[in-house]
T-cell receptor, first 109, second 118 residues
Framework: KQEVTQIPAALSVPEGENLVLNCSFT??????LQWFRQDPGKGLTSLLL?????REQTSGRLNASLDKSSGRSTLYIAASQPGDSATYLC????????FGTGTRLQVFP | GAVVSQHPSWVICKSGTSVKIECRSL??????MFWYRQFPKQSLMLMAT?????????EQGVEKDKFLINHASLTLSTLTVTSAHPEDSSFYIC??????????????FGEGSRLTVL
């Protein structure tokens, strides 16, 4: 059974810091991995999708890497801003999307 | 493109009543739809997978007689919470996969529906 874990569970940092959020999964037989952002009480916003054959994807200040063999992905956020405060979820696709436990990020001015 | 809409966005009902939540793919045909449930401060838990025209496949621990899922067309799936109780109060989110993501496998998500059972 696929299990997806995210570390840390919560993170509070001052504005401007570079951040790394971690995601690990137990079964490497995945089609792709997605990172999402969720604001309190809201739905999901897709950030990045990495195919199983890819190593990384970039969008603006966000960079996500994937090491399928070790079952790990990282989301790197450069120059964090208060507007980045949200819960970040990774999810692995094995015909169905299994979500990680989430990282609650707070960036304070 | 690739918009998924849920309705209602929030609903309050009395214990014992049934509530229906709709999930629509507005601009594409969704061959597969997924229903998730999210309790406060927790992650999304997959409830069931539905393919158009066939019975839904439920995850372990999800009561299929309580959470009725219908995927009668390529643009609409419904989740009916039957005889709802306070412990069913949650945020329900649907997602869909179809032609726009046939190469990437990307899932498109609805905005979610918050159910509160009194």
């Amino acid at each position: 059974k696929q299990e997806v874990t995210q570390i840390p569970a919560a993170l509070s940092v001052p504005e401007g810091e570079n951040l790394v959020l971690n995601c690990s999964f137990t079964d490497s037989a995945i089609y792709n991995l997605q990172w999402f952002r969720q604001d309190p009480g809201k739905g999901l916003t897709s950030l990045l999708l990495i195919q199983s054959s890819q190593r990384e994807q970039t969008s603006g200040r966000l960079n996500a890497s994937l090491d399928k063999s070790s079952g790990r992905s990282t989301l790197y956020i450069a120059a964090s801003q208060p507007g980045d405060s949200a819960t970040y979820l990774c999810a692995v696709d094995t015909d169905k999307l299994i979500f990680g436990t989430g990282t609650r990020l707070q960036v304070f001015p | 493109g690739a918009v998924v809409s849920q309705h209602p966005s929030w609903v309050i009902c009395k214990s014992g009543t049934s509530v229906k939540i709709e999930c629509r793919s507005l601009d594409f045909q969704a061959t597969t739809m997924f229903w998730y449930r999210q309790f406060p401060k927790q992650s999304l838990m997959l409830m069931a997978t539905s393919n158009e025209g066939s019975k839904a496949t439920y995850e372990q621990g999800v009561e299929k007689d309580k959470f009725l899922i219908n995927h009668a067309s390529l643009t609409l799936s419904t989740l009916t919470v039957t005889s709802a109780h306070p412990e069913d109060s949650s945020f329900y989110i649907c997602s869909a996969r179809g032609l726009p993501s046939i190469n990437t496998g990307e899932l498109f998500f609805g905005e979610g529906s918050r159910l509160t059972v009194l």
